[in-house]
């Protein structure tokens, strides 16, 4: 009996022109996710595509790897029938006889997109639906909350037969909006934020500042680690580390303490946008949340997005800090984002910052700083690697 991975694409279908690119995008995408699990062929047709193995092909590693493919709305394995009601009932039971034995109640639901099969969808189900009940004495139907749907679908290749249908990660293919940088930091709030825009088709480039010797080699193995389990769901993660020691002591030295925390963040700005330029991104991403902290407040938001010219992209900025860590713990980044390892936003935290920083008296305090030939030399020595999937 040979198996496939049936796919639903779900808001790829609202695409008008384009929509065939974005389906080839996230046919690529979908190549890769089930690289290492065998030989099979993957094509697309009627609003779904269709993964169909050659040869040994792991289904449980291939299930787990398209689950985490953005631009999938839903999936399922199906077995495949030929276009004849006689091989579609026999294979269902067959295919579905661990599940129908354990249920108590069911039902049988139809799409027929191949208006050129002999029965209608209805007559389907109650031909499929009588063959069931026959075989399988301890089940009866229930049409409103059976334990098992049994979906029949026939499409232009051939009918495919399948239980539960599995939600896909939703969203867009990764790379299908752009690329934008994100600000990561070992924190619960940005790589949730990276993991939102990639959800959205956005391919992720990630800078992280490093104040050594006030944050350590386990600080950025923690940031390390949680690109690598965002990097399951968006693909491998481009990451720069800043050396950002030297400004951070200078702003601490020549600035007022409590406009610290927004002149630091002033400057990630204004090297994330040199790093944005080099690698090619039209925006910045960045995991605040509005008023979360002092920094977050609307005039440090509006200090910040100054020191910038791209659009900062802020996918947490209406969230509470519950729903970020639902999300994380979802993606499975909350328990490596606790982790007891300083990043360099909580160094040199001011007891009292400016929540109402005026943007004025902001760049008076700049002037104090040779700003310019301080991001010069922390450009010069960053670090580039690439963060591949966990």
């Not at 199906?78 to 579609?88: E, T």
């Not at 661990?98 to 799409?111: G, I």
């Not at 990451?239 to 303490?257: N, S």
């Not at 760049?363 to 010069?376: M, N, R, S, V, Y």
């Amino acid at each position: 009996m040979q198996e496939i991975i049936l796919v639903k694409t779900g808001e790829l279908a609202l695409k008008g022109l384009n929509r065939s690119t974005f389906e080839s995008v996230l046919v690529k995408k979908l190549r890769a996710a089930v690289a290492n699990c065998g030989e099979c062929d993957i094509r697309r047709a009627q609003s779904a595509i269709f993964i169909e193995p050659r040869g040994d092909f792991d289904f449980e590693r291939a299930v787990s790897a398209v689950g985490r493919v953005f631009g999938i709305s839903a999936f399922s394995r199906a077995c495949v029938c030929q276009k004849d009601m006689d091989d579609v009932k026999q294979k269902s039971i067959e295919y579905l006889r661990e599940d129908l034995a354990a249920a108590k109640t069911f039902k049988v639901t139809a799409k027929r997109a191949d208006k050129r099969f002999a029965l209608k969808s209805p007559e389907i189900c109650a031909d499929l639906g009588e063959y069931i009940l026959d075989n399988f004495p301890n089940l009866s139907v229930d049409v409103k909350n059976p334990d098992i749907t049994v979906t029949v679908e026939v499409r232009d290749y051939a009918v495919y037969v399948r239980g539960p249908q599995l939600a896909g990660a939703g969203g867009l293919p990764v790379s299908t909006a752009g690329r934008a940088m994100c600000l990561i930091s070992g924190g619960i709030d940005s790589p949730v934020a990276a993991y939102m825009m990639a959800k959205r088709g956005v391919e992720v480039v990630a800078v992280h500042f490093a104040s050594p010797p006030y944050t350590g080699e386990r600080a950025l193995q923690k940031v390390h680690t949680l690109l690598q389990k965002v990097a399951a769901y968006g693909g491998p993660i481009f990451l720069m580390t800043v050396p950002f020691t030297e400004i951070q002591e200078a702003i601490r030295d020549h600035c007022r303490e409590e406009y610290l925390t927004v002149i630091m963040r002033r400057a990630m700005m204004m090297i994330a946008g040199e790093c944005a330029a080099k690698q090619d991104c039209g925006a910045l991403i960045t995991g605040e949340s509005l008023a979360q902290v002092a920094s977050q407040t609307m005039w440090a938001l509006a200090c910040t997005d100054e020191a910038t010219a791209l659009p900062v992209l802020r996918p947490l900025v209406g969230m509470d800090k519950e729903e970020i860590i639902t999300i994380a713990r979802r993606i499975d980044t909350f328990e490596t984002s606790i982790l007891p390892y300083e990043d360099c936003c909580t160094v040199f935290t001011p007891a009292h910052p400016r929540t109402r920083p005026n943007i004025e008296l902001v760049k008076k305090e700049e002037e104090k700083l040779d700003l310019a030939a301080l991001i010069t030399r922390a450009m010069e020595n960053i670090e580039s690697m690439r963060i591949m999937p966990q």
